[in-house]
T-cell receptor, first 117, second 110 residues
């Protein structure tokens, strides 16, 4: 069981470039999330997915896109990278039962540190 | 939507003392409250959680209390050790995905 695997671990982009952060989980979790964490700050939700084919915006979705074609994979696409997107990105997954019926323990990936220059 | 406030933002304690971190939430529908610990350069990891039908939960030196009426919950760490130094995040789950507080940087001074 690898858990949540993110690639790449580090990346430097030039302004205006595009890239995709990959995320895959092998726990058969239905929910997947992308968070960003700016230096010394908390976790802000970018996008999340409740299952294959379904995605929803979080708190800070602008400048990003996601897709969820399979249960396992949830890539995050950055179009036209900007310095404000310099951050550490965490993918996470969880198995969420119907609302109110239980816990929602998130398993995080190791993070991807992105610098936009 | 849910809003989670966390205090203090930084906390320094002497080794062996207790540390308390407090969070408030806004959505009365929230029913699950986890705490995550993030060591420097690492990913956040769950350390303890509590559901809305429980007032207190303990796990060795860590405890969490929940006051649903006042909409606040707290993390208590007793007999702090240097390895407790980290950033701690509270979170709340209701009808939306987990909403995190801004974090508390705890420093345990030997």
């Amino acid at each position: 069981n690898a858990g949540v695997t993110q690639t790449p671990k580090f990346r430097i982009l030039k302004i205006g470039q595009s890239m995709t952060l990959q995320c895959t989980q092998d726990m058969n979790h239905n929910y997947m999330y992308w968070y960003r964490q700016d230096p010394g700050m908390g976790l802000k939700l970018i996008y999340y997915s409740v299952g294959a084919g379904i995605t929803d915006k979080g708190e800070v979705p602008n400048g990003y896109n996601v897709s969820r074609s399979t249960t396992e994979d949830f890539p995050l696409r950055l179009e036209l990278a900007a310095p404000s997107q310099t951050s550490v990105y965490f993918c996470a997954s969880s198995y969420l039962k119907p609302p109110g019926s239980g816990a929602n323990v998130l398993t995080f990936g190791a993070g991807s540190r992105l610098t936009v220059l | 939507g849910e809003n989670v406030e966390q205090h203090p933002s930084t906390l320094s304690v002497q080794e062996g003392d207790s540390a308390v971190i407090k969070c408030t939430y806004s959505d009365s529908a929230s029913n699950y409250f986890p705490w995550y610990k993030q060591e420097l350069g690492k990913r956040p990891q769950l350390i303890i959680d509590i559901r809305s039908n429980v007032g207190e939960k303990k796990d060795q030196r860590i405890a969490v209390t929940l006051n649903k009426t006042a909409k606040h919950f707290s993390l208590h760490i007793t007999e702090t050790q240097p390895e407790d130094s980290a950033v701690y995040f509270c979170a709340a789950l209701g009808n939306t995905p987990l909403v995190f507080g801004k974090g508390t940087r705890l420093s345990v001074i030997a």
